[in-house]
C-alpha cells in the first residue's frame, strides 16, 4: 500500500469503546499506520481517545454525519470491535448502511462477511464504495507438510494464558525493538486486527480446521522468504475451552524455535465475557511453560525464553515493576512488559537466548536439499 | 432411516482399494448397516472383499455397467476413499457422471463437495438423483460455552498415536460391547465415515478453526440425550504434525471423562503418505499417556483407562496377544484389540475404571441448576 491509497478511518464501536470487544480498534489506534480521523461512538461523543490511550490525539464522535462533515473527512470505516463469536450488532447495519451510502468503504473483521449480506453489498454497488472481510480465508487448502525452517531463520510464537491480553501488542512491540536493533524482522499477522495493521496474514480461527496448521506453516515459509527473524502472533491460550486448538494450530503449525510467554498478572480466570457464570481458572505459570515446551516438542523442540507480562490491572508503575521483577523470579526468565514500558530490553534477552538454542544452531548448518 | 429408504451401495475405489486411502470403504463394510451390493474397483475386479475382509462376501466390478446389470442392481455410489486434502481424483468424474446420469445417489465425504459442482449438480438434476455431501459443516456457528456433562453421564473418547489407525471402529466396536453388555451408549461420529456409519455426526475437521470446540461440545450433549454413556470418536493424534489442532478439538470440546488410547504396535513413524520423505517418529507410550491426561487436564480431569491396540502389523494371533499383553504390562493399563479379537473384555474393564473415577462421582452427585 503506497501512501498516496492510505486510508482515512472512522473506527466504529458503537457503545462498546470502553468495553473489552473493541481490542479491534485499540489495536489498529495503537499500531495502525493508516489516519484515524475519529472514533464513531455515542456513548463517549465529545471526548477524546488520549483520555484512555495518552498520545492518540482522536475525537469520539456521535453520529455518521458529524464524521462526514469534519474538514477531512474518513473514506474508510472500520469495524472496531472483536465479539465471541464475531457476529455484527443487529443495530450497527443502519450505520453500515449510510456510510456505504455516502461512499465510504467498509472494513471488518467479523466472522459474519458484510460482501455477502445481500443489502451492504447493493448499497456499495450503488454507491462504488468497497466492502473488505479481513477474515475472509484463503483459497488454499493444504495440510501441513512437514517443513523444515530456511537455514539462518529465527521463529518465534507469542502464547499466552488467556485470550485478548496482548499477544499481537506484545508481538508488535517486540517487531519495534528488533527493528531498532537493525534485526532483520517480519510479523505474521494471524487475526482479523493483526491483519488491518501490517496488510497481510490470515485470520487463523477462520481457516477449516484441516487446514489451520498448513495454513500457518505457509505464512511461515512466506515471512522466512523476508526477513530473518519471524514472529508469529498468537491466538488463545493452550488451555482456553473454547479455543485451544486454534492455539495449537499456530504451535505445531509454525513450529517456532521458540515462544513469548504473554501473561496478565492479578487476572484469576478465564475471559468468557459472553458468559458470565463460567468459570475457569487461569494456568500457574510455571508449570504452564514446562507444559508448552512438552507439547510443541510433540512436533519440533521449543522453549519459552521470556515473559511479556501485561501489568494493566497495576495502576502504579512501582507495582508494575515489583510483579515483573516477582514473576522473573518465580520463573527464572527474563520478563518485562514491553507495551507499557518498552521491549528494547526484552527483545535483546530474546536475541540472544534464541541465538544459543541448540536447534536453531543445528538448523543453521543444515544444507537444504 | 426406515428399512425401506435402506441403501443398495456400490462403493467406489477405483484402483485404490488395497491403499491405505481406502479407509471410508472399509469402515462402511465393517461397521454399516446398509446392503453393499458391489465395489467398483478394475483393479481388482473379478475378485471378492472377503479375501481381504472375511466374512463380507462382497463382488468386485470393473465398470459401472457391470453393477448396473447385477440382479438387484445399486442405486447408490459411495465415495469410499478419505484422501489427504480430500479432493476428488480427477478421473473419477467421468464415473459420477455416469452414475448420476443413471439416476444413482452420489454419497460422498470429500472436502471437494460434489454438490457444488456445476457438472455434477447438472447430471443430478437432470435425472432426479440426489448428492450428499457428509462433509458439509452444520450452519451452526458457536464457540464453546463451558458446558458441564449431565449427572450420569460418562464420555469417552478414543484417542491415538497416530491418524488411520483405529480410533473409529475401536469406538465403534466398544459400542457394540457396550450394547451386549446392556448400557445405554450413544456413539458420536466425528468424521465422514462414521457418519455414513452412523447417519449423524460432523465431520470435525471440516468446520471453522473457531468453532470446533464449540461443535464437539453441542454434539456431546446431543449424545447425553440419548444415553448414558458416549463413545466419541476421535480424529489425528495430538502429535500429528498437520491434525493435532483437530485432535485438541475434540479432547477440549468433548472433555470425556476417560480416554482409550488406540496404538499400532510396529509402526515407527507417522503416516504422512502423500509425503513419503517427510518423516516424524511414534511417540512412545508411557509418556504419551501420561500428556495426554496433562493437556486434557487443561480444561477437565481425564485418564487413560485402557488401550486399544491395532496388530494388524502381526499376522500370527499368537504374536497379536503377546504383544498386547507385553504393552498392557509397559502401561499398566487395560489392553486389547478389540477389532481383531472382540472388546467385550476391554469394555468389562472401561466400564468398571470409569465408574471409579473421583469426577464421575462428583459429576453425579451434582445437581443440575
Redesign the interface.
Known amino acids: 500500500m503506497t501512501s498516496s491509497d492510505a486510508r482515512r478511518l472512522l473506527i466504529l464501536t458503537e457503545g462498546q469503546f470502553q468495553a473489552h470487544n473493541a481490542k479491534t480498534a485499540m489495536g489498529v489506534i495503537r499500531y495502525g499506520t493508516d489516519e484515524i480521523v475519529a472514533l464513531l461512538d455515542s456513548s463517549i461523543a465529545g471526548r477524546n481517545v488520549n483520555e484512555w490511550l495518552p498520545g492518540h490525539d482522536i475525537p469520539a464522535v456521535g453520529t455518521l454525519g458529524e464524521a462526514l462533515a469534519m474538514p477531512n473527512p474518513p473514506d474508510t470505516l472500520l469495524i472496531g470491535i472483536a465479539p ?3 457476529r455484527l450488532p443487529e443495530d450497527w447495519r443502519g450505520i453500515i448502511i449510510a456510510a456505504l451510502g455516502a461512499g465510504m468503504d467498509v472494513h471488518s473483521g467479523l ?1 459474519t462477511f458484510l460482501g455477502d449480506d445481500a443489502e451492504f453489498s447493493a448499497a456499495a454497488a450503488s454507491s462504488g464504495a468497497r466492502i473488505v472481510d479481513y477474515r475472509r480465508p484463503p483459497e488454499r ?6 517443513r523444515r525452517h530456511r537455514p539462518g531463520s529465527r521463529v518465534i510464537l507469542t502464547v499466552g494464558t488467556d485470550c485478548a491480553i496482548g499477544k499481537m501488542s506484545v508481538a508488535l512491540d517486540l517487531r519495534k525493538s528488533a527493528l531498532k536493533a537493525g534485526d532483520s524482522v517480519v510479523f505474521v499477522p494471524t487475526g482479523q486486527t493483526g491483519m488491518m495493521i501490517d496488510g497481510w496474514g490470515v485470520a ?7 487446514f ?3 495454513t500457518v506453516e505457509w505464512m511461515v515459509g512466506e515471512a522466512e522468504s523476508r526477513g530473518d527473524w519471524v514472529i508469529v502472533e498468537g491466538q488463545g491460550s ?9 492455539t ?2 499456530l504451535i ?2 509454525a ?1 517456532p524455535h521458540a515462544l513469548v510467554m504473554v501473561h496478565k498478572p492479578g487476572m484469576a480466570n478465564h475471559d ?1 465475557d459472553h ?1 458470565p457464570d ?1 468459570s ?1 481458572p487461569i ?1 500457574s505459570l510455571p508449570e504452564f511453560i514446562r ?1 508448552h515446551e ?2 510443541a516438542g ?2 519440533a523442540p521449543s522453549r519459552v525464553v521470556a515473559l511479556a507480562l501485561n501489568t494493566s490491572l497495576y495502576q502504579d508503575d512501582a507495582d508494575a515493576r515489583r510483579v515483573i521483577e516477582d514473576i522473573g523470579r518465580e520463573t527464572g526468565l527474563p520478563a518485562g512488559d514491553p507495551v507499557r514500558f518498552g521491549g528494547d530490553a526484552l527483545w535483546a534477552s530474546i536475541h540472544e537466548a534464541v541465538e544459543a538454542l541448540p536447534w536453531v544452531q543445528a538448523n543453521d548448518a543444515r544444507v537444504e536439499a
Not at 487448502?141 to 512437514?146: F, K, L, R, S, V
Not at 487463523?204 to 484441516?210: E, G
Not at 493452550?238 to 486454534?246: F, I, K, N, Q, R
Open positions: 465471541t463469536g464475531g466472522h487448502h493444504e495440510t501441513a507438510i512437514g487463523i480461527d477462520r481457516v477449516i480446521s484441516d489451520a496448521q498448513g493452550l488451555d482456553h475451552p473454547a479455543y485451544s486448538s486454534v495449537l494450530s505445531h503449525g513450529t468468557f458468559l463460567v475457569f494456568a507444559l512438552k507439547v510433540l512436533v
